[in-house]
C-alpha cells in the first residue's frame, strides 16, 4: 500500500510542479506581451492583468504539493533536531496532521468558492467565470493533500538538512 501510494504521489506531484511551471511561462509571457502592447503599441489588452493573476495563483497551488513533499513548508526545527526518532516521528505526524486539516478547510472553501462564483464572469475576460480561479484552491489541494500522506510515510527532509 504504501508503495502504490509513493508511486501515485511521484505521478501527481510531477504533474502538479509542471504545471506550476507551466503557470510561470504563462505570467511571464503575458507580462511581456502586456508591456508591449501598453508602452509599445499603446494598445493596453484589458485581459493580460487578470490572465497574470489567475496564472500566478495556479501557479502558487500547483507548487505547494513539491514543497510539503520535500519537507520544505515551515516546521518547527530545533525541536525536530533536538529530539530523538520518536519525538520526531511525533512531530512528523503532527505537522501532517494539522497540513492536512488546513489543506482540507482550503478544499472546502475553495470548492464553495467556486461554486458561488460559477456565473460571475472575469472582468476583462468575459467569456470565462471565476470558476477557473477559485478551481486552483481544491485542485491544489488533492494534490497537496496526496504530497503529505507521502511525506509522512516516506519522510524527506532536504530543506532541513541543508540548513545550518
Not at 501527481?12 to 505570467?27: E, F, H, K, Q, R
Not at 476583462?124 to 507521502?150: C, K, L, N, R
Request: glycine residues 6%.
Amino acid at each position: 500500500m504504501k508503495n502504490a501510494i509513493l508511486a501515485i504521489e511521484r505521478r501527481t506531484t510531477a504533474i502538479s510542479l509542471w504545471c506550476a511551471g507551466a503557470m510561470l511561462v504563462i505570467a511571464a509571457s503575458i507580462g511581456l506581451y502586456q508591456i508591449l502592447s501598453r508602452f509599445i503599441f499603446e494598445i493596453p489588452a484589458e485581459w493580460s492583468e487578470v490572465s497574470i493573476r489567475f496564472a500566478l495563483i495556479w501557479m502558487v497551488f500547483m507548487g505547494i504539493p513539491m514543497a510539503f513533499r520535500e519537507g520544505a513548508m515551515v516546521s518547527v526545527d530545533l525541536a525536530y533536531r533536538k529530539s530523538g526518532p520518536r519525538g520526531r516521528r511525533l512531530l512528523e505526524t503532527i505537522a501532517a496532521a494539522v497540513a492536512l486539516l488546513l489543506i482540507a478547510v482550503t478544499v472546502i472553501v475553495g470548492i464553495d468558492y467556486a461554486w458561488r462564483t460559477r456565473f460571475q464572469t472575469i472582468p476583462g475576460i468575459e467569456s470565462y467565470t471565476m470558476i477557473w480561479a477559485y478551481a486552483a484552491m481544491p485542485v491544489g489541494g488533492i494534490f497537496s493533500t496526496i504530497a503529505i500522506i507521502a511525506q509522512w510515510l516516506d519522510p524527506r527532509r532536504h530543506e532541513l538538512e541543508a540548513a545550518q
